[in-house]
Structures are given as structure tokens and as C-alpha cells.
């Protein structure tokens, strides 16, 4: 089945624990990407990867760090949470030259307390 | 970089009544848009996308050039249509509106 998985769905972490969320697609997308969603504040971009070792930074990037070594993976990694990244996390992923669908994956739920 | 611009972040309809979700595009040229659809509890998944003129359950949605406007339609809105909808454009960076929670009253 062609899909988006995300690890872990829920994560309760305290301040300053280096964390990674795992993002992983199994349909060759070059793309990738992680959202934030918060109320009010609607989906906002962190960081995209238009493919394997070529990441850019989003709307919101301070504070996270990603890699795309391989073109399936895509983590999402916290060096130093702070309260202020609880969210809703999504992992995102499509291919380029097509019609830029993106294929959502089922999200991460973080709580830094 | 392209934009889009969703003005309201709320809005309440009763069931039967119409519903339209508005999203604005601040670039020239000739703009993709989508519209995504978000339910209670359930990761986003691709509601229509403009190129393809197509109905999905029940709405529509035209780009207007003149009004640089892309807005989401449906004639007779559904308790099942209770949900978060967000427009984007289709390009590189893919930076999403900031949403409308759409909620349908019985």
C-alpha cells in the first residue's frame, strides 16, 4: 500500500531532550516536507526536500533540523525541544514533475513539558 | 514566493444551506491551486485541484483571475462537510493558507 508513515504518533518529551520523528514514503517521491499544525495558525511549512542531500527551510525552521540521506526517509530532528515546538507534526511527501499532490502522513502529536 | 490568503479562519453554516470558503492568490502568472480537506482526527488528503474543472463530493471550485480567487463551493452544505480545509498552491515550496474550519450545524 502506497503510503506516508510517521514514528512516533504521540511523543511526551521534557525540555532540552534531543528527539527525531521519522518520516518515511514508499512511492519514490523525490519530494518531502514536515508541517506544523497549530489552532489559529493553520499548517506551516518547516523544511522541504526536493530530493536525496537538497533540503530548504520553510516558514518556521528555527529550531529544527532535517536530513534526506536516503530518498524514502525524511526525519524531523529537535536537538533542543522547547514547550513552545508542542504541535501537531505532519510529514508530507509527492513527486515533482507531476501535479504536485502532496501525500499527507497521519501525524505526530509532540508535548514538551 | 506564491502565496495564498484564507481571511477566515471560522465558519459556521446549517445543514442545507450553501457554503463557500474563500482563498485568495497574491502572484501573476498563471497560478495551480488546490484545496485540501482535513476531518476530525484524520491526516489531509487532496479535495479537487483546479486544473481538473472536477466535482468532488459536491464542491467546486473556479479560479477567478480577475479577483485572484480560487473559492471552495458547495450548494447544499453536509454534517459530514464538518471539517478543516486549507487551500495551496501547486509549487516548490508549498506553503498552505492558514485553514478555515468549516462547521456544519444540524
Known amino acids: 500500500e502506497a503510503q506516508v508513515t510517521q514514528n512516533p504518533r504521540y511523543l511526551i518529551t521534557v525540555t532540552g531532550k534531543k528527539l527525531t520523528v521519522t518520516c518515511s514514503q514508499n512511492m519514490n517521491h523525490e519530494y518531502m516536507s514536515w508541517y506544523r499544525q497549530d489552532p489559529g495558525l493553520g499548517l506551516r511549512q518547516i523544511y522541504y526536500s526536493m530530493n536525496v542531500e537538497v533540503t530548504d527551510k520553510g516558514d518556521v525552521p528555527e529550531g529544527y533540523k532535517v536530513s534526506r540521506k536516503e530518498k524514502r526517509n525524511f526525519p524531523l530532528i529537535l536537538e533542543s525541544p522547547s514547550p513552545n515546538q508542542t504541535s501537531l507534526y505532519f510529514c508530507a511527501s509527492r513527486f515533482l514533475r507531476d501535479s504536485y499532490e502532496q501525500y499527507f502522513g497521519p501525524g505526530t502529536r509532540l508535548t514538551v513539558t | 514566493a506564491q502565496r495564498v490568503t484564507q481571511p477566515e479562519k471560522l465558519l459556521s453554516v446549517f445543514k442545507g444551506a450553501p457554503v463557500e470558503l474563500k482563498c485568495n492568490y497574491s502572484?501573476?502568472?498563471?497560478?495551480?491551486l488546490f484545496w485540501y480537506v482535513q476531518y476530525s482526527r484524520q491526516r489531509l488528503q487532496l479535495l479537487l485541484r483546479?486544473?481538473s474543472r472536477e466535482s468532488i463530493k459536491g464542491f467546486t471550485a473556479d479560479l477567478n483571475k480577475g479577483e485572484t480567487s480560487f473559492h471552495l463551493k458547495k450548494p447544499f452544505a453536509q454534517e459530514e462537510d464538518s471539517a478543516m480545509y486549507y487551500c495551496?498552491?501547486?509549487?516548490?515550496?508549498?506553503?498552505f493558507g492558514a485553514g478555515t474550519r468549516l462547521t456544519v450545524k444540524p
Open positions: 495551496a498552491p501547486a509549487n516548490n515550496d508549498m506553503r
Open positions: 483546479h486544473i
Open positions: 502572484y501573476s502568472g498563471s497560478p495551480e
